[in-house]
């Protein structure tokens, strides 16, 4: 019903951006509003004219679709959905403990740990290493809010560094940053690329600095040889549906060598026990589930196709957008790099622009964060200074790449984008 109404409103023009004078009213709601205002639908709250377009549009080129990759695996998962139902294996039984031993060989570590989500993941690594009240943790403005949150809610302070132009934390600025109180780096693998992490690494050991990998978004991808979330004392993953590798809902990963560590955090995640009758900490509820955990065998043993199909869309956006005025594209390995692209994200001077007119087309696009974190005033990080993250905001955007998309519709969007003014 709110979809039909919704379509309906816009149609007859009630809703449209740039409108300071714009009523809209569905059954006996009103709310007068401006583009900058919230807009009520139907009891709906919604930011922005784009958004409630975005519902009512079907895209001719998602950014990713996950009706179409459920269709692909609809019945092995409903095989896998009646095997757990029948068995009862329901909480951190046989398939979390296979995945986890898939995963660790998939990844090159010794241990991996199956958690309920990509923040817990780093919440509970950060506990296991025992940091918390008054320390320090060194990371990025450039990421999803969860990564700074991990670091607060664990009782520690962010100092936040900037970037360098591959969006992962430029490692020059990292010395400068260390204290007397500083007592980790958690670095962030973002969109699907490893950072420099030789020179973080020698940094880390020269301060005896605990190294945590924010890897949710980097699954498969290498540095020097190396799988991201292997290269730290604790790599951190995230299986949310946006992910490459991703569960029906939300999952993460703990992945880590030392023995001791993984037992610690398989006690955090299921309210400190070591058995049933023993408890030996204060933990919490944050196991995955058994039925995830089966999606997820399923699609880890697709994962390298899924990588390879989404490195063959960057390079075709690569080739097809190469030279233009006014774009530039992501870096593509190199350095010992092997990038697997959760997101392909180009920059542009015009991004707000180009956004629209992509959308208007029928392409469906994000900025990844048009807001940096550091100027989110309830955060309390507003005293960091971050210039390239800052350009960045203004200039990221992430153009559809996943293993459900065409060649033909890749062409669709540099086309797009070429004919952009």
């Not at 001719?60 to 990759?69: F, G, N, Q, S, T």
């Not at 999803?144 to 020059?172: C, E, H, M, R, Y």
């Not at 559809?400 to 060649?407: D, R």
């Amino acid at each position: 019903m709110f979809r039909q109404e919704a379509a309906k409103l816009f149609i007859k023009g009630t809703l449209h951006d740039n409108s300071s004078e714009s009523t809209l009213l569905i059954g006996n709601k009103t709310s007068e509003s401006s583009a900058t205002q919230h807009k009520v639908l139907g009891g709906f709250v919604i930011n922005a004219w784009a958004e409630q377009v975005d519902r009512m549009t079907n895209f001719r080129v998602p950014y990713i679709d996950l009706k179409a990759e459920f269709s692909e695996l609809k019945d092995g998962l409903i095989d896998d959905l009646v095997t757990v139902g029948e068995n009862a294996r329901l909480i951190l039984r046989q398939e979390v403990q296979q995945l986890e031993t898939t995963a660790a060989e998939y990844l090159g570590v010794e241990h991996a740990v199956g958690v309920g989500s990509g923040t817990d993941a780093l919440m509970l690594a950060l506990k296991a290493l025992g940091i918390g009240s008054g320390d320090e943790v060194i990371t990025v403005a450039h990421t999803f809010v969860a990564t700074i949150a991990a670091i607060a809610n664990v009782g520690a302070i962010p100092v936040l560094i900037d970037i360098q132009d591959d969006f992962n934390i430029d490692s020059t600025l990292l010395e400068e940053a260390i204290t007397s109180a500083t007592r980790a780096v958690m670095v962030v693998h973002m969109n699907g690329r490893c950072c420099e992490m030789k020179p973080i690494r020698e940094l880390c050991e020269r301060y005896g600095l605990e190294l945590v990998e924010d890897a949710a978004q980097a699954f498969g991808s290498r540095y020097s040889g190396q799988a991201a979330g292997s290269l730290g004392a604790f790599g951190c993953f995230s299986f949310h549906p946006m992910k490459i590798l991703h569960c029906f809902g939300d999952g993460g990963l703990v992945t880590t060598n030392d023995a001791g560590l993984a037992d610690t955090v398989r006690m955090l995640r299921n309210h400190g026990q070591r058995t049933k009758d023993e408890i030996i900490m204060y933990g919490v509820n944050s196991r995955l589930d058994n039925l995830q955990a089966a999606f997820l065998l399923r699609s880890i043993a697709r994962l390298d196709g899924e990588i390879e199909r989404r490195r063959e869309i960057a390079s075709r956006y690569h080739h097809g957008l190469e030279g233009m005025a006014g774009v530039d594209c992501p870096e593509m390995d190199g350095d010992g790099h092997f990038d697997v692209f959760s997101s392909y994200v180009i920059r542009s001077r015009k991004r707000d622009h180009l956004s629209c007119q992509l959308r208007a087309k029928g392409i469906e696009v994000f900025s990844h964060w048009p807001v940096p974190n550091h100027h989110q005033p309830a955060l309390g990080l507003t005293n960091f200074k971050l210039p390239v993250t800052e350009k960045m905001s203004k200039e990221v955007l992430s153009l559809p790449v996943h293993g459900q998309l065409s060649n033909d519709q890749v062409d669709y969007v540099i086309e797009a984008i070429r004919d952009g003014d």
